[in-house]
């Protein structure tokens, strides 16, 4: 059973960087893909960033261009650089590990979450 703790989260000025890491108990590679989801208070959970064990990967419209997913299989850690950030980027961001099923990727295992706050 994986488990899966987030790091490097905190208060920063807008426009600068923060750059998360997911630790996972086990190989990122024991699933189809490894994705970083946030939340905002009184707002749902929505994914930002994600990488496929292929190596592909997508993005929310809102963080293109600023947000950049990668792994390190030798250290079963997925990252998250964050560039540029802004106060609408404010929210606790959870890593997430999930499975192809069908034609959707399924989220099933998740972290405690990291805080990050923009000040403006």
């Known amino acids: 059973q994986v488990h899966l703790v987030e790091s490097g989260g905190g208060l920063v000025q807008a426009g600068g960087s923060l750059r998360l890491s997911c630790a996972a108990s086990g190989s990122i590679f024991s699933f189809d893909a490894m994705g970083w989801y946030r939340q905002a208070p009184g707002k749902q959970r929505e994914l930002v960033a994600a990488?496929?064990?292929?190596?592909?990967?997508n993005y929310a419209d809102s963080v293109k261009g600023r947000f950049t997913i990668s792994r390190d299989n030798a250290k079963n850690t997925v990252y998250l650089e964050m560039d540029n950030l802004k106060p609408e980027d404010t929210g606790v961001y959870y890593c997430?590990?999930?499975?192809?099923?069908?034609?959707?990727?399924?989220?099933?295992?998740w972290g405690q979450g990291t805080l990050v706050t923009v000040s403006s």
């Open positions: 990488i496929t064990s292929g190596g592909s990967t």
């Open positions: 997430a590990a999930g499975w192809l099923r069908g034609s959707r990727y399924e989220y099933d295992s």
